[in-house]
């Protein structure tokens, strides 16, 4: 009951990769640097940060271990 009152009453929109990644950095107040070389190059970094490019699986699984989460939170549904 309290599930279907939230949903009608704050519905939440779907979370895109970017975002969820957006939200655990600032959550445990990382920055773009702590994930060089664990994702990336500092460009990759900072594209994926920012949106301009696809979060692949390869760095999906990487982001799920680091944060200790599902993959599947940086996998584009598109």
Known sequence: MIEDYENKNYP?????????LFHLMEYS???EHDLFGDIGSV???????????LIDRVQSKALGEYFQVSASLFTSSI
């Open 43 to 53: 460009e990759v970094v900072s594209e994926l940060v920012s949106g301009k490019c």
């Open 29 to 31: 107040g990382m920055e």
């Open 12 to 20: 939440m929109g779907e979370v895109t990769p970017h975002a969820a």
